[in-house]
């Protein structure tokens, strides 16, 4: 099984009497290599050897795209369960942030995006994205599992199933 993390850093836009509504914008990246290439999904990846989850997801956020975050600052917001054909797959750590530094810039990996809440592009997300990461962008909780099958590599394989428990504790 695989660990990993996904980070959305979020910007901007508090509602006022004068601007209702949410106009806050989260970061994307458009993946240029490896699973899900093309896809936009948060910063993110898998865990080395001895880092912790949150440590990932600072790491991963840095050298996709060149933000820097504390660590302490990120948020939990979710737990995902990946399983392709009965087996799980992946295992992936949710954080939000609206603290960070610095300006995202293209890397060899991805080329980030900033998208208004209301415009981010579902069509072009993994599938399951749009299940759990409106709740996730407006501050819930989640702990999904999402079942593909068809074999490797799990962005080939069809979505099958899927099961949300919304405004749940989640540690780390
Ligand atoms: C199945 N539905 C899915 N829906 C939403 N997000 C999904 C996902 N499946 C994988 N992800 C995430 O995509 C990132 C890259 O995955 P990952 O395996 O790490 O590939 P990547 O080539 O980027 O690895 P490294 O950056 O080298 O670690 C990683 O954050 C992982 O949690």
Redesign the pocket.
Known sequence: M?E???CFPLRGGETTADEPGDRREVLLIE?R????EGWY?GP???LEDGETPRECAVR?TREEVGLQIDPDDLEKAGELT?LLDGAVH?F?HVYRTAAFAGEPIATE?ARPEWFALEDVPYDRM?E??RLWLPGVLCGRTVRGE?E?SGGKP?DEAAFVDHDLEWDVAVHD
Do not use: P, Q, S, V
């Not at 290599?33 to 899900?36: E, I, V, Y």
């Open positions: 695989l990993a993390t996904l993946k290599r490896g699973l899900g999904n993110g990846g898998k991963e990946f992946t992936c990996e993994w399951d994205d999402f593909f799990l």
